[in-house]
T-cell receptor
Framework: GAGVSQTPSNKVTEKGKYVELRCDPI?????LYWYRQSLGQGPEFLIY????????DSGLPNDRFFAVRPEGSVSTLKIQRTERGDSAVYLC?????????????FGPGTRLTVL | TQLLEQSPQFLSIQEGENLTVYCNSS?????LQWYRQEPGEGPVLLVT?????EVKKLKRLTFQFGDARKDSSLHITAAQTGDTGLYLC???????????FGTGTLLAVQP
């Protein structure tokens, strides 16, 4: 079956603009995660959804970042008033039930560049 | 805050050589995972180790979990150019479902 997909693959925006990044998880996976990765570094956790609700949003850096998953499948990460420091690859992952023994399957990421 | 430090940060070797990557923490992890990531792609899970002292082998890759469950190592025998990539360790701490990733080791295997 299809893996995790993310759109767009690349997004270039100007400082201060609003952006939305989309994640389509593997069908049937109830858990969905967002991570942010800087070049050559390990991914940094942002938020974890179990179904439609955010079970852990402790990684969101500030209130400019927000994520939704209204129907328990597709998720959108929203960034307001973008700053140059937001430039990174944003990764999405899904797992079947969200337990610590589940395998997380990652998408290819969206590379965000804020000019 | 649970941190996972990896060493070395960068490694460039010739095809056929052996190498070891280390993942260390001051915290105990219930399990540790190893991922490999290629450019433009997301990390792909290689292995999960769950028992202190556990050794797992995956073809030319050998993974070890420290007795105290605070550290892990990845050893590659006779490296191939296809092994090139970013190697990441990661662990779930405590009751949380969020993965904490290590700082990463970028491996370049030259032909």
């Amino acid at each position: 079956g299809a893996g995790v997909s993310q759109t767009p693959s690349n997004k270039v925006t100007e400082k201060g603009k609003y952006v939305e990044l989309r994640c389509d998880p593997i069908s049937g996976h109830t858990a969905l995660y967002w991570y942010r990765q800087s070049l050559g570094q390990g991914p940094e956790f942002l938020i974890y959804f179990q179904g439609t609700g955010a079970a852990d949003d402790s990684g969101l850096p500030n209130d400019r970042f927000f994520a939704v998953r209204p129907e328990g499948s597709v998720s959108t990460l929203k960034i307001q008033r973008t700053e140059r420091g937001d430039s990174a690859v944003y990764l999405c992952a899904s797992s079947s039930s969200g337990g610590p023994t589940d395998t997380q399957y990652f998408g290819p990421g969206t590379r965000l560049t804020v000019l | 805050t649970q941190l996972l430090e990896q060493s070395p940060q960068f490694l460039s070797i010739q095809e056929g050589e052996n190498l070891t990557v280390y993942c260390n923490s001051s915290s105990v992890f219930s399990s540790l995972q190893w991922y490999r990531q290629e450019p433009g792609e997301g990390p792909v899970l290689l292995v999960t180790v769950v028992t202190g002292g556990e050794v797992k082998k995956l073809k030319r890759l050998t993974f070890q979990f420290g007795d105290a469950r605070k550290d892990s190592s990845l050893h590659i025998t006779a490296a191939q150019t296809g092994d090139t990539g970013l190697y990441l360790c990661a662990g779930y701490g405590g009751a949380t479902n969020k993965l904490i990733f290590g700082t990463g080791t970028l491996l370049a295997v030259q032909p």
